[in-house]
Every structure is written in C-alpha cells, then in structure tokens.
C-alpha cells in the first residue's frame, strides 16, 4: 500500500510542477514584454522632445547652398518645373481624401529643390490629378524636412502621377539636397495638412506608464498566483490515503 500511495504521489505532483512552470514561464513573458514596450514609448518621447527642440532651435534661412537643418525655415526663390509634378497619394485633411502636390523649383541659382504644396482633394477617384501651378519667378517659405526612412511599401511606389511616398529617384532630376520644402507661404501653397510631429511626447509617455502598469499587474498576478499553486498541489484521492 505505502509503495502504491508514493506511486500516486509522483504521479500527481508531476503535473503538478509543469503547470507550476509553465505558469511562471508565460507570465514573465509577459511581464518583460510590458517592461520593453514600456521602455520602448519613453525612449520615443524622449526622441519627440529632442526633435521638436530642434525644431525650435532651426534657423531660418534664405536660398541655402549649404544642406539646411532639420525643420530650418526657408525661403526659396526660383521657378516651379509644373511638368515634373507628381502627388503624394493618400492623404487627408479636415476628413477629406485628397493628395499632396510635389512639385519641383528651381532656385534663381541654378539649384533644383522639391516643394510638398499641401493638399489637394480628389475624394475616391484613382485618376492622375491635376493642380494649378503658377508660372514665372516665385518667392516661397516653408519648413525643411530631410529625407529618412519612410513608411513600407507593399507593392510598387509609382502609380501613374501618384506617390506611395516621397522617394526623390522618382524624378529624373538632380536635386540640391535629400529632402523637401513643406510650403507653407507663397504662390501655389495649398491648404496644409503636414506637421512636423503627428504625436506629442507626452502620448509616449502615458503609453509607457500604462504598459508598465499592466506588466506590474502581470507581476502580481503571477506570484499571487504561483504562490497559490504551491500551496495546493493536486490532492491524491481519498480513497488512496488509507
């Protein structure tokens, strides 16, 4: 009988300790993904407030030769190239479906710069667009934006005159420097929808505080719990205890 009873024992406590892992197992995962996502929102407000302080800090520049800072204002002098329009697709503003003009100018220097005019309603409709440009010499200022990574793409950037995203290899041209003017005062300015920061720092950072909240509910839940488990493991049968 004694042989019989140890036999069920380990039997029961077997199970026992797999679910006991198991448990810790799956809920420090969880805890430590709450930590990193956590982390990872602060690190992004950190990077917010770094960028739009040097937005604040960005001087303001006239017919630059030199690549201009992030966010600089400038303003441009020259002829827009109407013919080399294209437009950025799939934008919105005020809950409309539009998109944004790209049209290229070249400075009284000889230097070629893009310009992202603002946006241009278009509703549903996939045709090529179309936008009044004007013509002759045109004095434009705006907020310089360089080049970076842009959102992926799943499928071909060009459709006809549309742009999945800026990528200045889709013009034939040789630009002055890797980026754009966001116009925002002059000749063919359109309404804007661009801002140079969609989400405020302080978004990160309550999302950081809300996913540590919740990895340290998964960490009370998990030693609660554990705790629990360790001080009732499977009861053998009644029966078996005599």
Same mark, same amino acid.
């Given at each position: 009988?004694?042989?019989?009873? @140890?036999?069920?024992?380990f039997?029961?406590?077997?199970?026992?300790r797999?679910?006991?892992?198991?448990w810790?197992?799956l809920?420090?995962?969880?805890?430590?993904?709450?930590?990193?996502?956590?982390?990872? *929102?602060w690190?992004?407000?950190?990077?917010?407030?770094?960028y739009?302080? *040097?937005?604040?800090?960005a001087?303001?520049l006239? @017919?630059?030769?030199e690549?201009?800072?992030?966010g600089?204002?400038?303003?441009?002098?020259?002829?827009?190239?109407? @013919?080399?329009?294209?437009?950025?697709?799939?934008?919105?503003?005020?809950?409309r479906?539009?998109v944004?003009?790209?049209t290229?100018?070249?400075?009284?220097?000889?230097?070629?710069?893009l310009? *992202?005019?603002?946006?241009?309603e278009?509703?549903?409709?996939?045709a @090529?667009?179309?936008?009044?440009?004007?013509?002759?010499?045109?004095?434009?200022?705006?907020?310089?934006?360089?080049a970076?990574?842009?959102?992926?793409?799943f499928?071909?950037?060009?459709?006809?005159?549309?742009?999945?995203?800026i990528?200045l290899?889709?013009?034939?041209?040789?630009?002055?420097?890797?980026?754009?003017?966001?116009?925002e005062e002059?000749?063919?300015?359109?309404?804007?929808w661009?801002?140079?920061?969609?989400?405020?720092?302080?978004?990160?950072?309550g999302?950081?505080v809300?996913?540590?909240g919740?990895?340290l509910?998964?960490?009370?839940?998990?030693?609660?719990?554990?705790?629990?488990m360790?001080?009732?493991?499977?009861e053998?049968?009644?029966?078996?205890?005599s």
């Amino acid at each position: 009988m004694a042989h019989s009873l @140890d036999m069920k024992v380990f039997q029961h406590a077997r199970p026992g300790r797999w679910r006991q892992r198991l448990w810790w197992t799956l809920w420090s995962l969880l805890v430590v993904l709450g930590v990193a996502l956590g982390a990872w *929102q602060w690190e992004r407000g950190e990077q917010k407030r770094a960028y739009l302080a *040097q937005l604040e800090a960005a001087p303001a520049l006239v @017919d630059p030769r030199e690549v201009p800072p992030e966010g600089s204002r400038l303003t441009l002098s020259g002829e827009y190239l109407a @013919d080399k329009t294209l437009f950025l697709d799939n934008r919105t503003h005020e809950g409309r479906l539009g998109v944004a003009p790209l049209t290229p100018l070249r400075g009284d220097d000889g230097h070629v710069w893009l310009v *992202q005019r603002g946006f241009l309603e278009t509703g549903t409709s996939r045709a @090529d667009p179309e936008v009044a440009t004007p013509k002759g010499r045109v004095t434009l200022r705006g907020r310089w934006q360089a080049a970076g990574d842009g959102a992926p793409l799943f499928g071909p950037n060009r459709e006809g005159a549309r742009l999945q995203r800026i990528e200045l290899d889709a013009w034939s041209l040789d630009f002055a420097h890797a980026g754009w003017l966001h116009l925002e005062e002059g000749p063919g300015a359109l309404p804007g929808w661009w801002s140079p920061s969609v989400m405020p720092p302080s978004r990160h950072v309550g999302y950081a505080v809300q996913w540590w909240g919740l990895a340290l509910a998964a960490l009370v839940v998990m030693v609660l719990g554990g705790r629990c488990m360790g001080r009732h493991p499977d009861e053998i049968p009644a029966e078996d205890r005599s």
